[in-house]
């Protein structure tokens, strides 16, 4: 999904479960148990996408951060200009704690891509 974004010249963005306390990401910038992370070329270095884990290095508030995430903490990719991509279920053996679940939202910028 992330390669079909930057394809076609769009911004990927991934959710990211915060929950899991194998989960690295800067101290108050998650809302809810969640962070949204800019994951673009320009935006962040040494990208590696696994089957186990999401790392990169970025820069928040103009300090250097190593974001490391479990697969399982991933909850959507998305391209940040149109919205389309694709939402994951969270694996509950993969955090501590799973949010409540949510109501759709209307008018949700989210879609699914078969």
Not at 3 to 12: Q, R, S, V, Y
Not at 29 to 53: C, D, F, K, M, Y
Not at 64 to 81: D, M, N, R
Request: charged share 20%.
């Amino acid at each position: 999904m992330h390669e079909w974004i930057l394809d076609n010249n769009l911004t990927p963005y991934v959710i990211v479960s915060t929950t899991s306390p194998d989960t690295q990401v800067p101290a108050g910038q998650a809302e809810n148990g969640r962070i949204v992370l800019n994951v673009s070329p320009t935006a962040i270095r040494n990208l590696s996408i696994t089957n186990e884990r999401l790392e990169f290095d970025g820069r928040f508030g103009g300090r250097a951060f190593h974001v490391s995430a479990p697969i399982a903490a991933v909850l959507a990719v998305y391209a940040k200009e149109s919205g389309q991509g694709m939402a994951f279920e969270m694996d509950p053996g993969g955090t501590d704690s799973e949010p409540a679940p949510q109501e759709p939202t209307p008018g949700s910028h989210l879609r699914v891509i078969k």
